[in-house]
């Protein structure tokens, strides 16, 4: 299976805040990469698909890029309501595949 | 709008089996699979199979192989998904997802497995 880590396990940033996450396929997976928010007690949301291309309904903060194995998502801004934890998913091979997921606290 | 209405919390003992039920609405049922993806209490997600409601082909992650079978219902636009030999690893809160990229997903079921 397609191993995806992901870094940083969590980080403490403030309201207004530039935020990177990064994940790594341990082999090429092309673009076939997508993030997701979760808050506490909720299912995750889509915010990014094909590694590069906003759902429908996400803020424009919101960014992602990368393509084979190195990927990242960006937060331009960060805003309150985007303190959660992040996860990337594999799609290019079965068994899909998730990061272990980023959570980002209030500084 | 496109939903994903899950079945209530469960409760089974260690060796138990548990049928979680996925029904959607607001959207074309055979026009994308459905996935399954379940999250221990604090950890992380974990995808399980998935099936095709226009073809009823499934497949799933080979940890689960012989205890989990995911099915589908097109006359009532439901799946399910049957987790067999429970233990109690298996706790966790199993969800739904529509397509490729997850794009929706289910409140989530509670299974609770302990003796």
């Known amino acids: 299976a397609i191993q995806m880590t992901q870094s940083p396990s969590s980080l403490s940033a403030s309201v207004g805040d530039r935020v990177t996450i990064t994940c790594r396929a341990s082999?090429?997976?092309?673009?076939?990469l997508g993030w997701y928010q979760q808050k506490p007690g909720k299912a995750p949301k889509l915010l990014i698909y094909?590694?590069?291309t906003l759902q429908n309904g996400v803020p424009s903060r919101f960014s992602g890029s990368g393509s084979g194995t190195d990927f990242t998502l960006t937060i331009s801004s960060l805003q309150p309501e985007d303190f959660a934890t992040y996860y990337c998913?594999?799609?290019?091979?079965?068994?899909?595949?998730f990061g272990q997921g980023t959570k980002v606290q209030i500084k | 709008q496109v939903q994903l209405v899950q079945s209530g919390a469960e409760v089974r003992k260690p060796g138990a089996s548990v049928k979680v039920s996925c029904k959607a609405s607001g959207y074309d049922f055979t026009n994308y699979d459905i996935n399954w993806v379940r999250q221990a209490t604090g950890q992380g997600l974990e995808w399980m199979g998935w099936v095709s409601p226009n073809s009823g082909y499934t497949g799933h992650a080979q940890r689960f192989q012989g205890r989990v079978t995911i099915t589908r219902n097109t006359s009532i636009s439901t799946v399910y998904m049957e987790l067999n030999s429970l233990r109690s690893e298996d706790t966790a809160v199993y969800y739904c997802?529509?397509?490729?990229?997850?794009?929706?997903w289910g409140q989530g079921t509670l299974v609770t497995v302990s003796s």
């Open positions: 998913l594999q799609d290019n091979n079965y068994p899909w595949t």
């Open positions: 094909a590694a590069a």
């Open positions: 997802a529509r397509g490729r990229w997850l794009l929706d």
């Open positions: 082999q090429g997976i092309r673009n076939d």
